[in-house]
């Protein structure tokens, strides 16, 4: 079977991929989440005018003449107004927050002004209008500021409060079931064999696909027999996964067992093997309404993969948008590269500031085993298929690891 493309198998990867319900979450817990709907304002902020410093609110007509000495009347606080409104030749004592007395058009801030007793003498003109929050200066209501498919933050989350919301609609969470395969498998923490490994893809990718706004459910690990794999891949479903992830199992030796088993429980396969490097032995699937991604038991062609293309479909499961996920950025490389082959290469490398265009070095070794540069790097370098050989200095693209380093730049 031919090499499937990476653009063309996560463009099948995404197709059709659409968000399946919703659900009111409180701000709380809406941190990440995907809004449903727009959300317009349902009042006006601020809600009157009002003052935004400590002083005196007076009519300018009263400083036609200066020096004005004027009586306080009354005071306004935040959240207390006066108890009238301000008459010629009087001031009102007012602090920040408060809203604005009636009548008044001026506030002179109290740096301004000398008191004494119950009066307060201004000697310089004092203009109109400043130091005034003019209401709905923020927002006003019915105004929608918020739109559907927003990953909302933190900043969000206080918009959102500040225009009267509680609680806001948002995409529910896709849930994704993850499934570790392998004989030679223990978990994190366990007493490990020599010929044993720990199944640390399963940690990784749980953390990627929580962060990227998806539930994580963990099927533990399967061993290398077509039952225990059928076995997983029924508590996937009885979990009501969307998505399930294998990791492992997904090559042509006699121990991959996870096409057969997919195979044997009718799942329809998209394509399997794709012309990437880490990540050649790729496999795409349907299996009734869930999506099945076999991934590469190396770990960091797992967490590869999991970036390049399962992060993308958590977005579009999540009504939000995939393209966050494959933006790519320029840089010129920190070493020389050979000439690549037909795979898409996806470097581990380190990201430097450079004169003008950052510097991304790749790691010498790109073993698909060595988890410790994968920790070290913050950047992928991309090589297209056939890319001739490059030098040191000449440019180059990659994509953030970190997925959060995307999100700036949306
Ligand atoms: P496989 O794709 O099953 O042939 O596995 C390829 C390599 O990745 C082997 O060296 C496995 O031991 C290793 N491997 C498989 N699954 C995991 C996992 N969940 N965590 C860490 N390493 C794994
Ligand atoms: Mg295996």
Same mark, same amino acid.
């Given at each position: 079977?031919?090499?499937?493309?990476?653009?063309? @198998?996560?463009?099948?990867?995404?197709?059709?991929?659409? *968000?399946?319900?919703?659900?009111?979450?409180?701000?709380?817990?809406?941190?990440?989440?995907?809004?449903?709907?727009?959300?317009?304002?349902?009042?006006?902020? *601020?809600?009157?005018?009002?003052?935004?410093?400590?002083?005196?609110?007076?009519?300018? #007509?009263?400083?036609? +003449?200066?020096?004005?000495?004027?009586?306080?009347?009354?005071?306004?606080?935040?959240?207390?107004?006066?108890? +009238?409104?301000?008459?010629?030749?009087?001031?009102?004592?007012?602090?920040?927050?408060?809203?604005?007395?009636?009548?008044?058009?001026?506030?002179?801030?109290?740096?301004?002004?000398?008191?004494?007793?119950?009066?307060?003498?201004?000697?310089?003109?004092?203009?109109?209008?400043?130091?005034?929050?003019?209401?709905?200066?923020?927002?006003?209501?019915?105004?929608?500021?918020?739109?559907?498919?927003?990953?909302?933050?933190?900043?969000?989350?206080?918009?959102?409060?500040?225009?009267?919301?509680?609680?806001?609609?948002?995409?529910?969470?896709?849930?994704?079931?993850?499934?570790?395969?392998?004989?030679?498998?223990?978990?994190?923490?366990?007493?490990?064999?020599?010929?044993?490994?720990?199944? #640390?893809?399963?940690?990784?990718? @749980?953390?990627?696909?929580?962060?990227?706004?998806?539930?994580?459910?963990?099927?533990?690990?399967?061993?290398?027999?077509?039952?225990?794999?059928?076995?997983?891949?029924?508590?996937?479903?009885?979990?009501?996964?969307?998505?399930?992830?294998?990791?492992?199992?997904?090559?042509? /030796?006699?121990?991959?067992?996870?096409?057969?088993?997919?195979?044997?429980?009718?799942?329809?396969?998209?394509?399997?093997?794709?012309?990437?490097?880490?990540?050649?032995?790729?496999?795409?699937?349907?299996?009734?309404?869930? +999506?099945?991604?076999?991934?590469?038991?190396?770990?960091?062609?797992?967490?590869?993969?999991?970036?390049?293309?399962?992060?993308?479909?958590?977005?579009?499961?999540? /009504?939000?948008?995939?393209?966050?996920?494959?933006?790519?950025?320029?840089?010129?490389?920190?070493?020389?590269?050979?000439?690549?082959?037909? +795979?898409?290469?996806?470097?581990?490398?380190?990201?430097?500031?450079?004169? #003008?265009?950052?510097?991304?070095?790749?790691?010498?070794?790109?073993?698909?085993?060595?988890?410790?540069?994968?920790?070290?790097?913050?950047?992928?370098?991309?090589?297209?298929?056939?890319?001739?050989? @490059?030098?040191?200095?000449?440019?180059?693209?990659?994509?953030?690891?970190?997925?959060?380093?995307?999100?700036?730049?949306?």
């Amino acid at each position: 079977m031919a090499l499937t493309p990476v653009t063309e @198998a996560l463009r099948q990867i995404l197709s059709d991929a659409a *968000p399946s319900g919703e659900e009111l979450v409180p701000l709380e817990q809406a941190d990440g989440r995907v809004l449903a709907a727009p959300l317009a304002a349902r009042r006006d902020q *601020p809600p009157a005018d009002m003052s935004a410093m400590d002083g005196y609110a007076v009519r300018q #007509s009263s400083l036609a +003449r200066l020096p004005a000495t004027l009586a306080v009347v009354d005071v306004a606080a935040a959240g207390h107004a006066a108890s +009238r409104p301000v008459g010629e030749v009087e001031a009102i004592r007012i602090f920040t927050g408060a809203p604005l007395p009636e009548n008044a058009d001026t506030i002179v801030i109290q740096e301004n002004c000398s008191r004494s007793g119950d009066r307060i003498t201004i000697t310089e003109p004092q203009p109109a209008g400043r130091h005034i929050r003019r209401k709905g200066l923020d927002f006003s209501a019915g105004r929608t500021l918020l739109p559907a498919g927003r990953v909302l933050g933190p900043h969000d989350i206080s918009l959102a409060a500040a225009m009267g919301h509680g609680a806001v609609s948002c995409r529910t969470r896709p849930r994704v079931a993850i499934l570790s395969t392998g004989d030679e498998l223990v978990r994190a923490g366990e007493p490990a064999g020599p010929s044993q490994i720990v199944a #640390s893809n399963a940690y990784g990718v @749980a953390a990627l696909v929580r962060r990227a706004g998806a539930d994580a459910i963990d099927l533990g690990i399967a061993r290398d027999t077509e039952q225990a794999l059928a076995d997983a891949i029924d508590r996937a479903r009885q979990a009501r996964a969307d998505v399930l992830i294998t990791l492992g199992g997904a090559s042509v /030796g006699d121990h991959d067992l996870v096409g057969p088993a997919l195979k044997t429980a009718g799942a329809e396969m998209d394509f399997w093997k794709i012309a990437m490097r880490p990540g050649k032995p790729l496999m795409s699937a349907r299996l009734a309404g869930m +999506r099945v991604l076999g991934l590469p038991g190396n770990p960091v062609s797992s967490l590869v993969c999991t970036r390049i293309f399962v992060l993308p479909l958590i977005a579009a499961l999540a /009504g939000a948008d995939p393209s966050i996920y494959s933006r790519r950025h320029n840089a010129v490389l920190g070493r020389a590269l050979p000439e690549n082959d037909q +795979r898409e290469d996806y470097l581990r490398a380190k990201l430097s500031p450079g004169e #003008s265009v950052p510097v991304a070095t790749p790691f010498a070794s790109q073993d698909s085993s060595m988890l410790a540069t994968l920790a070290e790097a913050n950047i992928l370098v991309i090589r297209p298929p056939y890319a001739p050989a @490059a030098s040191a200095g000449s440019s180059c693209e990659f994509i953030y690891l970190d997925i959060s380093a995307s999100a700036p730049l949306l």
